[in-house]
């Protein structure tokens, strides 16, 4: 039996109604992999500003279970946002200082909790899945639970980064999210073996991915947003990399002038 969560409850009642409007077509597979009980880490791929809550949408349906994410300290900082991101015990990530986060996770974790992480660590404008960093193989080791890969295809054409969609492409936007057989780390944890188990999980997320882009009910040829090996006009993953590194170098910039 999950304990009631009002504000979590309230923010799924509030996506479950914004979907609706949008009339969102899921295509949902391999939820059977997700754990009635027990704590797990969910690596999911990080396409669109949506993909959390399309992810906690579809787990609740189909079990009641609550994702606690891990989320930038920025989101936090809001006083709204962030006394609802708190109601729903999501962990706040300091990207300068994340020792703290690492630790309430492993501890959500060894406590019985979903935790989802999005180990790319930002929103991919490539629509690929580039590399992963190590964090979540390393809290998986460390509260000895599985990983559960998760790819989510579509839900980039609701929000993403870089095109603002209209309310007409929102709508009716067919969106596959597939579950991943669940795998366990080795639990001694060593750098050596997260990096491999971290290899092992950017191949199951890039198959999952293959799989929903392969199937998915809508053909992407010259669409935005459909990668560029596929046909697409996203931008290549090099392309990406140029325009996220010159958009954090102003960003740092912008901060180091505030300070001044």
Known sequence: MHKREPIYSTAISAGRALFGVLRVRQN???LEQLPATGGAVLAITHFGYLDFALVEWV???HNRRHIRFMAKKGAFDQPLVGRLLRGMKHISVDMESGGEA???AVTALREGELLGVFPEGGVNASFTVRQLKTGAVRMAQAANVPIIP???WGGHRLMTKNHRSTLRERVGVPVSIRFGTPFQ??????DG???VATLR???ALQSLVDAVQSEYAVPGSGQWWQPAHLGGTAPTPAEAAIVEAERRRRKAAAKLAAQK
Do not use: E, I, P, R
């Open 28 to 30: 949902v597979t391999g």
């Open 59 to 61: 787990t609740w349906l």
């Open 193 to 195: 073996d997260a990096a």
């Open 201 to 203: 999980l950017h191949a």
């Open 150 to 152: 998760v790819a989510v």
């Open 102 to 104: 690492y630790g309430q």
């Open 185 to 190: 780390t080795d639990t001694a944890g060593q």
